[in-house]
Nanobody, 117 residues
């Protein structure tokens, strides 16, 4: 079993920055692909970014390319999402998730990010 705990959310003005962290415990995270998802009110949960087990491969949703950066520190069992140039439309609950196969099977409880205009 893997436990994921997000932190770092909050209220920020448009144009500001936040860094989300996801602490991983229960099993070594080294073999897992990690992802950040978000869910805005009334909308479906969508993937924002993902990173391979060794950090060598990353993917981003078009809406955040050039503004968000996903990274991981396997020694610290932590995954990060650096969010810059935040926009009101980035407002959502952000979730950390982990997968070994094609399906994200482990999820955190989420952290709220609110961007004011």
């Amino acid at each position: 079993q893997v436990q994921l705990v997000e932190s770092g959310g909050g209220l920020v003005q448009a144009g500001g920055s936040l860094r989300l962290s996801c602490a991983v415990s229960g099993r070594p995270q080294n073999n897992y692909t990690m992802g950040w998802f978000r869910q805005a009110p009334g909308k479906e949960r969508v993937i924002v970014a993902s990173i391979s087990w060794n950090g060598g491969s990353t993917t981003y949703a078009d809406s955040v390319k050039g503004r968000f950066t996903i990274s991981r520190d396997n020694a610290r069992n932590t995954v990060y999402l650096q969010m810059n140039s935040l926009k009101p439309e980035d407002t959502a609950v952000y979730y950390c998730a982990a997968r070994l196969s094609w399906i994200y099977e482990y999820w955190g409880q989420g952290t709220q990010v609110t961007v004011s205009s």
